[in-house]
Antibody, heavy 122, light 110 residues
Framework: QVQLVESGGGVVQPGRSLRLSCAAS????????MHWVRQAPGKGLEWVAV????????YYADSAKGRFTISRDNSKYTLYLQMNSLRAEDTAVYYC???????????????WGQGTLVTVSS | QSVLTQPPSASGTPGQRVTISCSGS????????VNWYQQLPGTAPKLLIY???QRPSGVPDRFSGSKSGTSASLAISGLQSEDEADYYC???????????FGGGTKLTVL
């Protein structure tokens, strides 16, 4: 069965960096685009970034552009989100999500991880 | 404000039919398919409807989706207490090159 397990969250000071990981299993990781989606406490869902199945194409939300970098290691079945220059408003649960489309990005997320909490606070 | 507009709340009694709207523009809903997610309290979101009106395996046929122009709707018939959750619509936006979510609708079963 498909499993996505995020890790790397925690408490970090403003301006510092953090790298999130998402370990995937149960499907051919190298054939699907992957996304990061976040949810601030008590708020709605916000899409953060997507990376194509082969890592060649990446798109970011304006809030992430220039500060966050999405990447993947298909040999390790792992998705990453490098977050730099963190701000208080980046405080959220970060979910990784599998795109439904085989090779082609369909922007529908058929599996989600359980999320990892990032708290940016001094 | 979210790019896609949803009512913040909706409610119904058991057995009733409720609909949740999602309004967008020509660059998102008007150009691309709409997906709906259900988020039960304290859990990760779950795909409920994809490609406007398709249900993933395991989703009851009480849930249905539709799209017309720059708007979409989620309908839930035979409302049950376990349907109490937050519901989000989402679509890709061709102008912004980002995926946009609605602000979410909290469904209460009275």
């Amino acid at each position: 069965q498909v499993q996505l397990v995020e890790s790397g969250g925690g408490v970090v000071q403003p301006g510092r960096s953090l790298r999130l990981s998402c370990a995937a299993s149960g499907f051919t990781f190298s054939s699907y685009a992957m996304h990061w989606v976040r949810q601030a406490p008590g708020k709605g869902l916000e899409w953060v970034a997507v990376i194509s199945y082969d890592g060649k194409n990446k798109y970011y939300a304006d809030s992430a552009k220039g500060r966050f970098t999405i990447s993947r290691d298909n040999s390790k079945y792992t998705l990453y989100l490098q977050m730099n220059s963190l701000r208080a408003e980046d405080t959220a649960v970060y979910y990784c999500a599998k795109d439904q489309g085989f090779v082609e990005m369909e922007t529908s997320f058929d599996y989600w991880g359980q999320g990892t909490l990032v708290t940016v606070s001094s | 404000q979210s790019v896609l507009t949803q009512p913040p709340s909706a409610s119904g009694t058991p057995g009733q039919r409720v609909t949740i709207s999602c309004s967008g523009s020509s660059s998102n809903i008007g150009s691309n398919t709409v997906n709906w997610y259900q988020q039960l309290p304290g859990t990760a979101p779950k795909l409920l409807i994809y490609s406007n009106n398709q249900r993933p395996s395991g989703v009851p046929d009480r849930f249905s989706g539709s799209k017309s122009g720059t708007s979409a709707s989620l309908a839930i018939s035979g409302l049950q207490s376990e349907d109490e959750a937050d519901y989000y619509c989402a679509a890709w936006d061709d102008s912004l090159n980002v995926l946009v979510f609605g602000g979410g609708t909290k469904l209460t079963v009275l």
